[in-house]
């Protein structure tokens, strides 16, 4: 079964640095689509950037990035330049690209943005 | 502007007594989805719909229902809420099939207490 994991429950960082929050996933799919969501104290959930498998290309936008690395079933997000919005919640989450098109979530880190 | 809006926003209730929230899109998705989010345990799907009265358990059904009678409306159905119902609950839609790479559009969320 497919499976998402967030290592790390919280992390911390300084204002303007970088900081990389890292998620792992299990799947024997050869295709689907990953995302990072962002869950603020206000607890909206706002996609923040989202990764197609086929594509070899690391997605970018803006601050953010991914370091998606198929063969060993990681997709990392790197948050360049810190600001004290970024403070948030950040889910990983993979979805199939077929059948149910089920979403799968990783259980969260926490990043605090210390100013 | 389109969005998902997921009603009421906070509700205590008492044990047993049937509750419904709301969950409505403007943007034409098949595919909606209710999620209930706990800490620790990130997200997990309640039940999905691919389409109008098409729908499906997710990975935590028990003590739910859902009805998608319209395309736009989703509504998530407590008939006899017990406190280990408490939660955050999420609505989310999306387009189905090839759409699905765009990711989900979430509700605002609904903090439920069951007392």
């Known amino acids: 079964a497919q499976t998402v994991t967030q290592s790390q429950p919280e992390m911390s960082v300084q204002e303007a640095e970088t900081v990389t929050l890292s998620c792992t996933y299990d799947?024997?799919?050869?295709?689907?689509?990953l995302f990072w969501y962002k869950q603020p104290p206000s607890r909206q959930m706002i996609l923040v950037i989202r990764?197609?498998?086929?594509?070899?290309q690391n997605a970018t936008e803006n601050r953010f990035s991914v370091n998606f690395q198929k063969a060993a079933k990681s997709f990392s997000l790197k948050i360049s330049d810190s600001q004290l919005g970024d403070a948030a919640m950040y889910f990983c989450a993979y979805r199939f690209t077929s059948g149910t098109y089920k979403y799968i979530f990783g259980t969260g880190t926490r990043l605090k943005v210390l100013a | 502007e389109a969005q998902v809006t997921q009603n009421p926003r906070y509700l205590i209730t008492v044990t047993g007594k049937k509750l419904t929230v709301t969950c409505s899109q403007n943007m034409n998705h098949e595919y909606m989805s209710w999620y209930r989010q706990d800490p620790g345990l990130g997200l997990r799907q309640i039940y999905y719909s691919m389409n109008v009265e098409v729908t499906d358990k997710g990975d935590v059904p028990e003590g739910y229902k859902v009805s998608r009678k319209e395309k736009r409306n989703f509504p998530l159905i407590l008939e006899s809420p017990s406190p280990n119902q408490t939660s955050l609950y999420f609505c989310?839609?999306?387009?189905?099939?090839?759409?699905?790479?765009?990711?989900?559009?979430f509700g605002s969320g609904t903090r439920l207490t069951v007392v």
């Open positions: 990764q197609e498998a086929y594509k070899q």
């Open positions: 989310a839609s999306s387009l189905y099939g090839t759409g699905t790479r765009g990711g989900y559009t």
């Open positions: 799947t024997s799919e050869s295709d689907y689509y």
